[in-house]
């Protein structure tokens, strides 16, 4: 007999047919042996119809107020599906957040999971109970016993926490899709459901858009091993597993706001090659990477930074083995990249260097925690350690610095973020090998498991909501990237891309560089008006604001190790003749910047491109 989470949304649960549907899906699985907990949201557009009713009275209400009337939203759920299984003669009990036990940050409208209390709820599941359980709500922790709201996606937070304390077999998403789909089905309606995806990957595409599931939960099943499968709440297909890794025995104390780093990680086998001012046109990247592709040369980190005049630097890291091989790929084709009307000008440099080291942190609890990235940067300035260039990724932020650095910087950043010698090899072993850590998929034995090869990609994305701000003449050194994501840290403001030209000016005596980085569109303005504020205590330039962006990704675990694959990404935006503003990498993600009007165009090609549509069309119910 299984203990399973079951999580219904709100159009799972829009009408009292629906409900009943709902209620006859759970009868059916206790029927066959199980134990249930059913997490649900608020029916249908109630949330939205409760924030309306909010802002009819305040145009700036009370948050404390708002969680006392949003979190009613889910309890008119509970007590009808609750009454719905007991017409079926099924024991079932309705119970509210606080009731069930979730204890949460006193952080209004947005709070994190501390802990969650089980004994009465696994009183009611062992007397044979279905317990009903209202989602996105819980109780603080303190003496007041405040009502609090999770925020965005806090249903699937409440059902994937909830399997993590009863150590459910585990849990089920139903929503309004069949699973986990290569892209958005209203953008492409013959994207192709994917059978199964790892936590890494699905914390990528969830991460940048993909509305089925919350990067929230799925940082929580990637801490402590929850498998998780989304399905139809319309149909009995299978749907989509989404695979955890091994559980290391986390406490479930703090549950929400545990260590966010897990591991530091280093490699010293690394090697730069730059391309110093390209034309800021199509195709030039994928030319450039379409020839380093043919030379079976496999390239680890992409920067492309932003443009200056009429070009661009773009920037790559390969395995010190094949330098020679990169750097010769290189040499022969930058000068194909010079403008036909500009030639000696407009001529590209070639720069490589081979005494870099790559060091990173990573870990699912960076998720949303602006003040982590902003962490490693101070650290690693308060080491003495410079950072030449920069990539992230939802779960991970690499470094590129010198080589004879990197046992300091490796050092520091354990220290920093309380990774013992014992979970850290790197840190015994010195920075005289190469370390890299993947993941250990434990399966259930319910879970299908990936084909073998993997695809290399395995789904695409498109956010439309970011911008972007370049800030120029940054100085070169150690602490300045510290200080520019330390203010925006303090002001809540997560970053997504950050990018930092290759070229060096020097002016006044000092080098400087331009960095880029993208942030929530809505917080863009923002955070123009802090950097700009104090642009002349740092020493930085003029801060430029870009709301008119799209970012495009391809995410997938077997691109590791596949050469051609940014190649084949850059060239399908070539052909539809999309310029790439910015180019950011990790070992899992290619991210482009483009003009946000082609957005929609760069995802539809992009997909197509590396054959992910299928014959079926989907159709989003309304």
Same mark, same amino acid.
């Given at each position: 007999?299984?203990?399973?989470?079951?999580?219904?949304?709100?159009?799972?649960?829009?009408?009292?047919?629906?409900?009943?549907?709902?209620?006859?899906?759970?009868y059916?699985?206790?029927?066959?042996?199980?134990s249930?907990?059913v997490?649900?949201?608020? $029916?249908?557009?109630?949330?939205?119809?409760?924030?309306?009713?909010a802002?009819e009275?305040?145009?700036?209400?009370?948050?404390r *107020?708002?969680?006392?009337?949003?979190s009613?939203?889910?309890?008119?759920?509970i007590?009808?599906?609750?009454?719905?299984?007991?017409?079926?003669?099924?024991?079932?009990?309705?119970?509210t957040g606080?009731?069930? &036990?979730?204890?949460?940050?006193? *952080?209004?409208?947005?709070?994190?999971i501390?802990?969650?209390?089980?004994?009465?709820?696994?009183r009611?599941?062992?007397?044979?109970?279905?317990?009903?359980v209202?989602?996105?709500?819980?109780?603080?922790?303190?003496?007041?016993?405040?009502?609090?709201?999770?925020?965005?996606?806090?249903?699937?937070t409440?059902?994937v926490?909830?399997?993590?304390a009863?150590?459910?077999?585990f849990?089920?998403?139903?929503t309004?899709v069949?699973?986990?789909?290569?892209?958005d089905?209203?953008?492409?309606? *013959?994207?192709?459901?994917?059978?199964? /995806?790892?936590?890494?990957?699905?914390?990528?595409?969830a991460?940048?858009?993909?509305?089925?599931?919350?990067?929230?939960?799925?940082? /929580?099943?990637?801490?402590?091993?929850?498998?998780?499968?989304?399905?139809?709440s319309?149909?009995?297909?299978p749907?989509?597993?989404?695979?955890?890794?091994?559980?290391?025995?986390?406490?479930?104390?703090?549950?929400?706001?545990?260590?966010?780093?897990d591991?530091?990680?280093?490699?010293?086998?690394?090697?730069?090659?730059a391309?110093?001012?390209?034309?800021?046109?199509?195709g030039?990247?994928?030319?450039?990477?379409?020839?380093?592709?043919?030379?079976?040369?496999?390239?680890d980190?992409?920067?492309?930074?932003?443009?200056?005049?009429?070009s661009?630097?773009?920037a790559?890291?390969?395995?010190?083995?094949?330098?020679n091989?990169?750097e010769?790929?290189?040499?022969?084709?930058?000068?194909?990249l010079?403008?036909p009307?500009?030639p000696?000008?407009?001529?590209?440099?070639?720069?490589?260097?081979?005494n870099?080291?790559?060091?990173?942190?990573?870990?699912?609890? $960076?998720?949303?925690?602006?003040?982590?990235a902003?962490?490693?940067?101070?650290?690693?300035?308060?080491?003495?350690?410079?950072?030449?260039? /920069?990539s992230?990724?939802?779960v991970?932020?690499?470094?590129?610095?010198?080589?004879?650095?990197?046992?300091r910087?490796?050092?520091?950043?354990?220290?920093?973020?309380?990774?013992?010698?014992?979970?850290?090899?790197?840190?015994?072993?010195?920075?005289?090998?190469?370390?890299?850590?993947?993941?250990?998929?434990?399966v259930?034995?319910?879970?299908?498991?990936?084909?073998?090869?993997?695809?290399p990609?395995r789904g695409?994305?498109?956010?439309?909501?970011?911008?972007?701000?370049?800030?120029?003449?940054l100085?070169?050194?150690?602490?300045?990237a510290?200080?520019?994501?330390?203010?925006?840290?303090?002001?809540?403001?997560?970053?997504?891309?950050?990018?930092?030209?290759?070229?060096?000016?020097?002016?006044?005596?000092?080098?400087?560089?331009?960095i880029?980085f993208?942030v929530?569109?809505?917080?863009? *303005?923002?955070?123009?008006?802090?950097?700009?504020?104090?642009?002349?205590?740092?020493?930085? &330039?003029?801060?430029?604001?870009?709301?008119?962006i799209?970012?495009?990704?391809?995410?997938?675990?077997?691109?590791?190790?596949?050469?051609?694959?940014?190649?084949?990404?850059?060239?399908?935006?070539?052909q539809?003749?999309?310029?790439?503003?910015?180019?950011?990498t990790?070992?899992?993600? /290619?991210?482009?910047?483009?003009?946000?009007?082609?957005?929609?165009?760069?995802?539809?090609?992009?997909?197509?491109?590396?054959?992910?549509?299928?014959t079926?069309?989907?159709?989003?119910?309304?």
């Amino acid at each position: 007999m299984a203990l399973i989470v079951q999580k219904y949304g709100g159009t799972s649960v829009g009408s009292v047919e629906r409900i009943q549907a709902v209620a006859q899906r759970v009868y059916q699985t206790v029927k066959a042996g199980n134990s249930l907990v059913v997490v649900v949201s608020a $029916m249908g557009k109630t949330t939205d119809g409760l924030v309306k009713l909010a802002n009819e009275i305040s145009p700036n209400p009370n948050r404390r *107020e708002m969680d006392m009337l949003l979190s009613t939203g889910e309890q008119v759920t509970i007590a009808l599906l609750s009454m719905a299984l007991q017409e079926l003669g099924q024991p079932a009990i309705s119970m509210t957040g606080a009731q069930v &036990g979730i204890v949460t940050e006193a *952080e209004h409208s947005r709070a994190r999971i501390l802990h969650i209390e089980t004994s009465r709820l696994n009183r009611h599941i062992n007397a044979g109970k279905v317990v009903v359980v209202a989602g996105f709500q819980g109780i603080s922790s303190t003496q007041e016993m405040e009502i609090t709201t999770l925020g965005r996606g806090g249903s699937d937070t409440s059902a994937v926490a909830l399997a993590a304390a009863l150590q459910a077999n585990f849990c089920e998403i139903y929503t309004d899709v069949p699973g986990i789909l290569t892209t958005d089905p209203r953008l492409v309606p *013959e994207a192709q459901l994917m059978d199964t /995806i790892t936590c890494n990957e699905m914390l990528e595409l969830a991460s940048l858009g993909a509305k089925v599931l919350h990067p929230r939960a799925v940082e /929580i099943a990637r801490n402590y091993g929850v498998p998780l499968v989304v399905r139809s709440s319309w149909t009995d297909d299978p749907g989509t597993w989404v695979i955890s890794t091994k559980s290391k025995g986390r406490s479930l104390i703090n549950l929400e706001i545990a260590r966010p780093v897990d591991a530091v990680e280093f490699d010293t086998d690394q090697a730069k090659v730059a391309l110093l001012r390209v034309p800021d046109k199509p195709g030039v990247a994928a030319r450039l990477f379409g020839e380093i592709a043919r030379q079976k040369v496999d390239v680890d980190l992409i920067i492309q930074s932003i443009h200056e005049g009429n070009s661009n630097d773009i920037a790559f890291t390969v395995t010190t083995p094949i330098l020679n091989r990169a750097e010769a790929v290189a040499a022969a084709i930058a000068p194909a990249l010079r403008s036909p009307s500009n030639p000696k000008s407009d001529e590209a440099e070639v720069m490589v260097e081979n005494n870099i080291a790559k060091v990173s942190i990573s870990g699912a609890g $960076m998720i949303g925690r602006p003040g982590v990235a902003a962490k490693m940067f101070a650290t690693l300035a308060e080491a003495g350690v410079n950072i030449q260039m /920069i990539s992230t990724s939802e779960v991970k932020v690499s470094c590129v610095v010198d080589a004879a650095e990197c046992h300091r910087a490796v050092t520091a950043l354990s220290k920093a973020f309380e990774i013992e010698a014992e979970e850290n090899d790197a840190v015994t072993q010195g920075c005289g090998d190469t370390k890299r850590v993947f993941d250990n998929f434990s399966v259930s034995p319910r879970l299908p498991i990936f084909a073998s090869p993997t695809p290399p990609v395995r789904g695409v994305a498109l956010d439309l909501n970011q911008a972007r701000l370049a800030i120029r003449q940054l100085p070169d050194k150690p602490g300045m990237a510290a200080k520019l994501f330390g203010l925006l840290a303090q002001h809540n403001i997560s970053v997504d891309m950050i990018i930092q030209s290759q070229r060096c000016h020097v002016i006044d005596g000092i080098p400087r560089r331009d960095i880029a980085f993208t942030v929530s569109r809505i917080d863009g *303005e923002n955070a123009k008006q802090l950097l700009t504020q104090v642009a002349t205590e740092v020493g930085w &330039g003029e801060v430029v604001l870009d709301s008119a962006i799209a970012k495009v990704s391809i995410v997938g675990t077997g691109m590791v190790g596949q050469p051609g694959v940014a190649a084949k990404m850059f060239e399908a935006l070539a052909q539809q003749q999309i310029n790439i503003q910015m180019i950011a990498t990790s070992e899992i993600k /290619i991210s482009c910047v483009v003009a946000q009007d082609q957005g929609v165009k760069a995802l539809q090609a992009i997909h197509s491109a590396f054959g992910l549509a299928g014959t079926e069309k989907f159709v989003v119910p309304a």
